[in-house]
C-alpha cells in the first residue's frame, strides 16, 4: 500500500492567486501536517535533486479545502483535495505506464494533480475530477481530463496538449455537447488548471 502524506500550502498566497486568477474556489482551510524536505514557499526545480527526493519517494501530497460555487443560481459549498504525485506516463498512449521496463523509450516522468470537487445541489450532489498531467523535467503539460457526475448523468472531457496544438473531446449525456475538435495554443500560454501549481508553488 502506497503511504500518503499530507502537505502544506501558505493560506494568504493561495487567496491572492484565487483573486488574481479568479478561478472558481479559494481555500478557507487548509488542513496540513508538518513536512520535510524542501520548504512549500520556495518552488523545486525538477532537475534540482531536491524535487526527486521529494517526489520520487513512492508518496502522495494531499491537500484539503473547504471552497464556494454556484450552482443554479445559488452559492453551494463543497470540499476539494488536490493529491500531487509522480508516476511513469506512455509518451505514445498518455497513459500511466504499468511496467516501463517494457518500452523505456516510450516512457517518461510525470507529475500528476487530481483534483476532487464535490458539492451538494438540493437532493443530489456533484462529484468531479480534474486531472492535469505535467512533464516532471520543466512541468509542460501533456494532457489534462475532467469527469463529472450527477444525478442527471455524466460528463467526461480530454485534452491532449502539443507544441502549439490542443485536442479535445468531450463526451456528454446532454445533446449537442459531445465535440472532437482542435485549438491552436498560443505560444507561452497556460491552461487554467496549470494554475493550481502556480497555486502549490511549482512552476516553469
Not at 71 to 95: D, I, P, Q
Not at 152 to 177: A, H, I, M
Amino acid at each position: 500500500m502506497r503511504k500518503i502524506r499530507s502537505g502544506a500550502i501558505d493560506a494568504a498566497t493561495a487567496l491572492v492567486v484565487a483573486l488574481v486568477f479568479a478561478i472558481l474556489f479559494h481555500p478557507a482551510r487548509v488542513r496540513a501536517a508538518k513536512r520535510t524536505g524542501p520548504a512549500a514557499a520556495k518552488a523545486p526545480v525538477a532537475s534540482d535533486p531536491a524535487f526527486g527526493t521529494y517526489w520520487h519517494d513512492g508518496k502522495a501530497e494531499l491537500d484539503g479545502y473547504r471552497y464556494t460555487v454556484t450552482r443554479y443560481g445559488r452559492e453551494r459549498r463543497g470540499h476539494a483535495v488536490a493529491v500531487y504525485v509522480t508516476e511513469r506516463f506512455s509518451r505514445s498512449m498518455r497513459v500511466k505506464v504499468d511496467d516501463p521496463s517494457r518500452n523505456p523509450k516510450d516512457t517518461f516522468d510525470v507529475l500528476k494533480l487530481n483534483l476532487i470537487r464535490d458539492f451538494q445541489t438540493g437532493i443530489y450532489d456533484y462529484n468531479t475530477m480534474t486531472s492535469l498531467f505535467v512533464r516532471s523535467e520543466d512541468f509542460e503539460p501533456v494532457k489534462v481530463s475532467f469527469v463529472s457526475t450527477e444525478w442527471c448523468g455524466n460528463v467526461y472531457e480530454e485534452l491532449l496538449v502539443n507544441p502549439g496544438l490542443v485536442s479535445q473531446k468531450l463526451s456528454s449525456y446532454f445533446e449537442g455537447e459531445s465535440v472532437a475538435r482542435e485549438e491552436r495554443r498560443p505560444k507561452e500560454g497556460i491552461l487554467e488548471e496549470e494554475l493550481f501549481l502556480l497555486l502549490r508553488g511549482l512552476n516553469r
